[in-house]
């Protein structure tokens, strides 16, 4: 269970990006999470691994985020970021999947079959001695994936998962990501792919929720998506009123 209570983030200059969050994920559930561009999302996401900081209470598996237990929260909390690039700086992707088991002093023996489990889930085989500077925008997201599910976190945290993917690769995301058992919450803008892969959406605006529920229907509400700087995915009962 990943618990938010109150979770509020004031960068220094004085902006408000998350204002007194509360929410719940239980275990296995994927929440999308919307918004306007500067709604907050990052931030967000950043705040709930403890990558900046920020007022309120964060509890994964009944361990409160504090600056204390930060590497405990780190090893639960996997964060998947908007830019591939800030997650892949080893020579090859292999190494770079094996960092972070590595680092918790897992045996290479482990960590080989551990290696090999992810490359196969993610369908990236192909990638394992190329480094990551010669991949595709893509292939470089599946990459970032594998590092974090090699962590085996109980969250995961995806920022814009479907940027830089084309529709192929969309779709082996959306198969990989629906069959996955961690909590997730997902910022995204692709609110088609929230809607496969998330039974819920909260929408943010201003840093606060704006509101939230069953993805199948809060997506598709016009008037509620317009007033949460959004739009609405189409279907054909919007194509009609929009006439
Ligand atoms: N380092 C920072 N210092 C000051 N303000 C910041 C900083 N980073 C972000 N902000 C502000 O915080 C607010 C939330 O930004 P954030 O990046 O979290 O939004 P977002 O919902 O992820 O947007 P997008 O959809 O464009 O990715 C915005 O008003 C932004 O200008
Ligand atoms: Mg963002």
Redesign the pocket.
């Known amino acids: 269970m990943f618990k938010i209570e109150n979770l509020s983030v004031k960068?220094?200059?004085g902006?408000l990006?998350v204002d007194n969050f509360t929410m719940n994920i239980s275990s296995g559930e994927h929440i999308a999470l919307a918004?306007?561009?500067?709604?907050?999302?990052?931030?967000?996401i950043l705040a709930l691994a403890g990558i900046i900081e920020s007022d309120g209470k964060v509890i994964v598996d009944n361990i409160e985020l504090n600056k204390k237990n930060i590497s405990e929260i780190r090893k639960k909390v996997g964060v998947v970021f908007?830019n591939p690039d800030d997650q892949l700086f080893m020579a090859n992707i292999y190494e770079d999947i094996a960092f972070g088991p590595r680092n918790l002093g897992i045996d290479e023996e482990t960590i080989r079959h551990r290696v090999d489990d992810r490359l196969k889930l993610l369908n990236i085989e192909h990638l394992k001695y190329k480094t990551a500077l010669k991949l595709s925008g893509g292939e470089k997201r599946m990459a970032a994936i594998a590092t974090v599910l090699a962590m085996k976190p109980s969250v995961m945290l995806l920022?814009?998962p479907t940027a830089f993917l084309d529709p192929k690769s969309r779709r082996n995301l959306i198969n990989i990501l629906k069959k996955l058992p961690h909590s997730m919450l997902i910022?995204t803008?692709d609110l088609t792919f929230a809607n496969e892969v998330c039974e819920n959406t909260v929408i943010?605006k201003y840093?606060k929720i704006f509101s939230q529920g069953k993805s199948s229907e809060i997506l598709y509400d016009n008037d509620l998506m317009n007033r949460g700087n959004l739009e609405a995915i189409e279907n054909d009962y919007n194509k009609t009123t929009k006439q």
């Open positions: 960068y220094p200059d902006t990006a918004g306007g561009n500067g709604a907050g999302k990052t931030t967000l908007q920022d814009e910022a803008h943010l840093g």
